[in-house]
């Protein structure tokens, strides 16, 4: 290995270690860019567990999805969850939350609620898009599982 491959792979890994969200970046954005940065860690030989990507991911968050991160980690299995499952899972959170605060509002806010369900969909068709042209890419780490018997 050249020393060019073994800094990018070291620059990569700090990258990971301190992935945080952007400032205006909606979840789908903060996603979109990990899922890229695990892509590239993946092409450099370096590999992460499923907790690891998906603990990661969740203290990337902005401070107003604590909560949901809180939750998550309490109750969903983040070893068997994919980044897509976990994506989603944060929208179902959230939207969750929001269905409740629009049950006491107007509705101006099932409006957001239901456009943050055509995001998701349409982040998790960039995902498999991307997979699909990545061809030589196995891993199921980015794929929406629909059982969570796969024993991982």
């Not at 969200?21 to 695990?38: K, P, Q």
């Not at 990545?134 to 980015?142: A, K, R, V, Y």
Request: proline letters at 1%; one cysteine or more; hydrophobic letters at 35%.
């Amino acid at each position: 290995m050249t020393n060019f491959s073994m800094s990018r792979k070291d620059l990569l890994k700090k990258q990971f270690m301190f992935f945080k969200y952007l400032e205006n970046e909606t979840v789908d954005d903060i996603g979109s860019r990990y899922y890229h940065l695990l892509l590239e860690l993946v092409k450099c030989d370096v590999s992460y567990t499923n907790t690891e990507v998906n603990e990661t991911l969740l203290n990337a968050l902005p401070p107003k999805f604590e909560k949901y991160s809180v939750l998550i980690k309490k109750n969903e299995k983040l070893t068997d969850m994919s980044l897509a499952d976990l994506i989603g899972t944060v929208h179902s959170y959230k939207e969750n939350d929001m269905t409740e605060v629009s049950e006491k509002s107007d509705d101006e806010s099932v409006e957001v609620v239901l456009n943050e369900e055509v995001t998701t969909q349409a982040f998790v068709a960039l995902i498999k898009e991307e997979l699909e042209k990545q061809g030589d890419f196995e891993s199921d780490i980015f794929t929406e599982s629909s059982d969570s018997g796969s024993g991982r």
